[in-house]
């Protein structure tokens, strides 16, 4: 436990320092679901920076081993988590593969590139989990070509009830490496956010969807 504690530090600080969480008070974000956010997070970021990259991925390695996931293929979602994907797979010795959003238009048209996924259990490793609906669209993809899906891994995660809700009805359980409370103490103890500010995103955690409307905010709708 207390190696987990400062593994959680150690990552967070990396999240903070390297640019990947944005604060977007006065002027959040209305994101493809529609949900108005004040946070955005870019862990892509992460991997220009090698020995934040190295933590990620060790740390990832560790939490796999300590959760006991059994799985023959790891898989990244076209966009962010494809180089973490490759990355960890590497590092694991496992095979690496990597989910389009949409389907090829020539050839064979699958979504699923690197390997044949019927009968595999696939690992899904994403950068960040706001919503989920990306997600859920890969998870989708995969069982449609036969892959067996039953953990996602990411780094973060806002941890949305209706996204959990959502990943139930599925069958898969999503874990994270660090929860974004601890991204968001790190963030005032580093002096990228003020104590003041901090109740307001936490309420945003808490509360996402009616956020906006109870803060009486206009979402900069320029969608991400």
Not at 64 to 75: K, S
Not at 85 to 91: D, E, F, I, T
């Amino acid at each position: 436990m207390f190696e987990s504690r400062i593994a959680e530090d150690i990552l967070a600080e990396h999240l903070v320092r390297r640019g990947a969480v944005s604060f977007l008070l006065e002027s959040p974000m209305r994101l493809k679901s529609g949900l108005v956010t004040p946070i955005y997070v870019d862990n892509r970021k992460l991997t220009a920076y090698p020995d934040a990259w190295r933590d990620i991925v060790e740390t990832a390695a560790s939490r796999i081993h300590q959760l006991e996931l059994e799985f023959d293929v790891v898989a990244g979602v076209e966009g962010a988590g494809v180089s973490h994907a490759a990355a960890l797979a590497y590092r694991l010795g496992k095979p690496s593969i990597f989910v389009r959003q949409q389907p090829k238009t020539y050839g064979n048209r699958s979504r699923v590139e690197g390997a044949d996924v019927k009968g595999k259990r696939v690992l899904i490793i994403e950068d960040h989990i706001s919503t989920g609906l990306s997600l859920l669209s890969a998870i989708e993809g995969l069982k449609s070509e036969g892959a067996i899906v039953t953990d996602c891994l990411a780094i973060t995660s806002f941890g949305m009830d209706e996204t959990r809700n959502l990943f139930r009805q599925e069958n898969v359980v999503c874990h994270e490496l660090l929860s974004f409370k601890k991204v968001l103490d790190k963030a005032v103890e580093l002096g990228d956010l003020s104590a003041e500010n901090q109740p307001i995103l936490v309420d945003w955690l808490e509360n996402p969807w009616t956020w906006a409307a109870r803060h009486h905010i206009l979402p900069n709708d320029n969608e991400n």
